[in-house]
């Protein structure tokens, strides 16, 4: 047998054990070392049936990636796949039945169904989550699926990738029986009990019955694909996940397959699955920081602090709590307490409201939140995040107290959007536990923390921010100290451009559109009315003294901040709001006031296309993260994805402005931002490195290759 599959005997039943850590992904040699495994017990005349269960923490989670690519880029040709193996186990003649505890994703599901029985663990998951990554199952899941849950149940499983508990499964027929206790011992009593019971066994291939119906099928299907144009807007694979599922209904097993295959290659060969791909190893590449020791010791968080009740401290608050780890919540008078602590609360009961927290739950994770209005038991805390509004002077003022009435060894971190961490830090005794912790709005919600490391920053401070993101659940994403960083100093150029061709001729609801159609999650104007204009008005302020003569400025936000139009709470801003339900109107006030701004600067307004709004708004983002990369503010291209994904709605499908600039040919942007240099100014001088690695034909994702060690 394989290293990585083991058969042994439990008396007439045997044992096939998968062993590929940590995740028992479908690997080379895990499905020859199954195939070996269940062809030796199907000729040992001793064995009377078997049992498929996964070595460690789980049973298969998935294939493995990594294969996808070498099939992309020509080095691996899939043809059949693991169908031939997937047929001789579910055509064995001895009762097979998989043992699922951890999670039977992708591949594992697909392996499971081939045989012929399923138990489970309560705790297990299963799921067909190949739509997350841009494909869809290949290897005969969208054929057996429909067949063991029916219709509905597997489109939405195909489509959509979401997990689904055990005792979902059971009802939905994917599961035969859930073990309570030892799942090996229950498996090979249930294939025991199978091969005892003189039947053949059951094969999923032949099941008929879930599949039958026209009509039902039809109403299925319908819904379906209604879902998917709600719930995946311009996303590809979910589509041709109904579609596989359609031919299930009607082609036969092995024409079904077919089928699926062909679909499959037509979503594994499209840039949505290469950027989706390139999107799940980013996640994982952009935890690893150069010049950190793997084995750097790490600031054990046992009790946080958070100083600002507002809404990002008490979102961050909530962070802490979510985890498990006590915090103090502190604000300076006891009415901004209740209000910060009656939001955090309005919060955590809209989540229960919902399903997604338990009321017990709710009141667990509340208990560890104590709202204080002094710094007396700041002592305690191992870490602590300011939270006030952006203004230097604020933040400094802050700091200077934190130094005097935390441990020498906490942690002082800043939720700062903008400002300078260095002289932040500089308000305190250490700067060498002084860190930037910028967290995105809701900060309990959005996945990415932007880790600031400042100059001083220790690499202590720098390995436990990272460690302590994924503990909050975040994606922690480490940049250097400069205005904006580097998501907003980027976003800072993208809001420009928007601005800009509002005066030069667009409308508001074409510029959002446009970008909306491209895949963001918002518009970039709709963005500024969501998070508030007057933070961005505040942060001009800020660096107003530091803005070169001479330079074209966008003009209008700062007007309608002016009239108190601050966007959604204020009920107007670039629109109109219909509140409660924030419905975004146009508004003819603001379009006259754009056209008054333009009018008194000279410019003369005019028809602005699709293109040319994508091409502005989105070459700028390129062109000062290029800059950036440079100047080594970002560690690397995939960085600047993955903040932009997590952090801004970015697309995933599209990749990340770095990756999407790769796929439109980074010849083709730095002749678009020479063309837009001669036209708007210096504002457009390209990046030194964008007319490197497009001159000499390369792209970002070499860029990276260059900074793996």
Known sequence: MSDLVSLT?????????????????????VPEGILASVQAAEKDSAIKGMVLIG???????????????????????????????????????????CAIHGTAFGGGLETAMACHYRVAVPSALVGQPECKLGIIPGAAGTQRLPRLAGVAVAAEMCAFGDPVPAPKALEAGIIDKLIEGDLLAGAVAFAREKAASGKPPRKTCDQTDK???????????????????????NLLAPRKAVDAVEAATKLPFEQGIAKEAELFN??????????????????????????????????????????????????????????????????????????????????????????????????????LIEPVLSFDR??????????????MALKKKVFAELDKVTRPDAILASNTSTLNVNEIASATSRPAQVIGHHYFSPANVMRVIEVVRGDKSSDAVIA???????????????????????????????????????????????????????????????????????????????????????????????QLCEQGRYGQKTGAGWYKYDLPNRTPIADPAVQKIIEETAAKAGIKRRTISSEEILERTLYALVNEGATILAEGIALRAVDIDMLYILGYGFPAFRGGPMWYADTVGLKKVYDKVCEFEKQHGSLWEPSPLLKELATSGKTFADFDKTKES
Not at 9 to 29: E, F, L, Q, R, Y
Not at 212 to 233: D, F, G, I, W, Y
Not at 341 to 347: D, E, F, R, T, V
Not at 378 to 391: G, L, P, Q, S
Request: with cysteine.
């Open 9 to 29: 005997k439990d008396g007439d039943i045997a044992v096939i054990t998968i062993n590929n850590p940590p995740v028992n992904a479908m690997s080379p040699g």
């Open 55 to 97: 070595g460690g923490r789980t049973f298969i989670a998935g294939a493995d990636i990594k294969e996808f690519g070498k099939i992309t880029a020509g080095q691996k040709d899939r043809k059949l796949g693991i169908h031939p193996i997937l047929a001789v186990i579910e055509n064995c003649a001895k009762p097979i039945v």
């Open 211 to 233: 599949i039958s119906n026209a009509q039902e099928n039809e109403t299925a299907l319908a819904a379906a694909r209604a879902n998917v144009k709600k719930r995946s807007r």
């Open 266 to 367: 037509d979503c594994l060969f499209s840039d949505q699955s290469k950027a989706l791909i390139h999107v799940f190893f980013g996640e994982r590449a952009v935890a690893k920081v150069p010049g950190i020791a793997k084995d750097q010791a790490l600031i054990p968080i046992k009790r946080a602090a958070v100083v600002g009740g507002g809404t990002m401290g008490g979102g961050i608050t909530m962070n802490y709590a979510n985890a498990g780890i006590p915090v103090l919540f502190k604000e300076i008078s006891q009415e901004a307490l209740d209000r910060g602590l009656g939001i955090i609360k309005k919060n955590y009961a809209a989540t229960v409201a919902k399903g997604r927290l338990t009321q017990k739950q709710m009141d667990e994770r509340l208990a």
């Open 378 to 391: 700041f002592k305690e805390a191992d870490i602590v995040t300011e939270a006030v509004f952006e203004e």
């Open 464 to 558: 436990t921010s990272m460690a302590l993101s994924k503990k909050l659940s975040k994606v922690g994403i480490l940049v250097g100290n400069c205005r904006g960083f580097v998501g907003n100093r980027m976003f800072h150029c993208y809001q420009r451009e928007a601005q800009f061709l509002a005066e030069e001729g667009a409308t508001i609801e074409q510029i959002d559109g446009a970008l909306y159609e491209f895949g963001m999650a918002m518009g970039p104007l709709a963005v500024g009315d969501l998070a508030g204009l007057d933070v961005g008005w505040r942060i001009r302020k800020e660096y107003k003294h530091l803005e070169p003569a001479g330079i074209r400025q966008p003009e209008v936000a700062d």
